[in-house]
């Protein structure tokens, strides 16, 4: 994680979408190329992204700012339950304008490929509708779109916590992996919500219906979730911030990667952050993401996430670049394709109006970003960015 490969002065070689070479320039200078003296970095992959859902929580943002408690805001409406609730009044039409509206914001800021969970439905209509306007953003939008099932969320408002964990077994994640709407099941381990029992439950019958898992574990208490996921070979658990010496060193020895996304500690302005640097010292694999949700991460930009992985994590620049492309690629399944600017992969690139990578540091209250590169071709100009060819909306 810590080297990245630079090409000095570097060419990219595209066709019909893909990388036909990368490399060292050879030959003359061209003026007249696309791009000529500008830096060009992978596009960014968000691992952990929550876009579909209905309505911001900026008033409860307002009173937590004012001093509210988690109960206080939860007693006035706020909370998830209120995101729940409107999501599942949302039509699939309204769902899709308003996470539209948030990939064009990913796009502008270079993420050419993201995860989209759902998980404010928590029955099986509106966990369908979520996944279903997923796949939708993916087709319309020049962005790929990785859709997870998270039916482990939260506990709905209208059943008992057992009651729902049966349904999600004998019906819900059945359905939802015989209609091929995810390939991943995704679920919150935490006090209050659900323990490592109901999340082990769960699991089983994720995997028996050939599903690959993901967590949510360790974000406000240590839960145990990490031995779990490693347990039953997760491809990821996320979050972490009270992972603990023995969790590092269990992360180390296996494939489960370590998904971070600072800017929930940032905007819950918590002091503490997940142990990231020393989980890629001690040798685990390390992606990061927005965690892009209306509760505690309003936050399209991958760009202020590598900034807060170098500023807040303490993760080197390449460190932080790697796991914002090819190991957060690794975590949605597409690094043959993406994360990484190699022959054959896709033709997915920002360029930089800047001449070092490390500048992308330096200065960080600029993105710099020139232009966004979907499989060749540009769907972001930053001198126009209402250029949109794609979209029929
Ligand atoms: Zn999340």
Redesign the pocket.
Known sequence: MGELDVFEPGEILTENGRILEVGTRTGEADFTEENFGKLAIPGLVDA?N?LVYDGERIDEFEMKLKGATYLEIAERGGGIRSTVNATRKASKEDLFLQAGERVFYMLKNGTTASEA?SGYGLNLKDEIKQLEVARELGEKFPIDIVPVFLGGHDIPPDLEKKDYLSLLEREIIPEVAEKGLSKYFDAFCEKGVYDVKDVEKMFRAAKENGLKLRL?TEEFSHMGGINLGVEYKAVSV?HLLFADKGDIELLASSDTAAVVMPSVSFFLRLDKYAPAKEIIDAGGIVALGT?L?PGSSPVESMFFVLWLAVFKLNLTMEEAITAATLNSAYVLGISDLNGSLEKGKKADFIVLNLSDYREIFYRPSETHIDSVYKEGRKVINSQNVGYFPTIGI
């Open positions: 952990h929550h969970k949510h996320d965690d949700n």
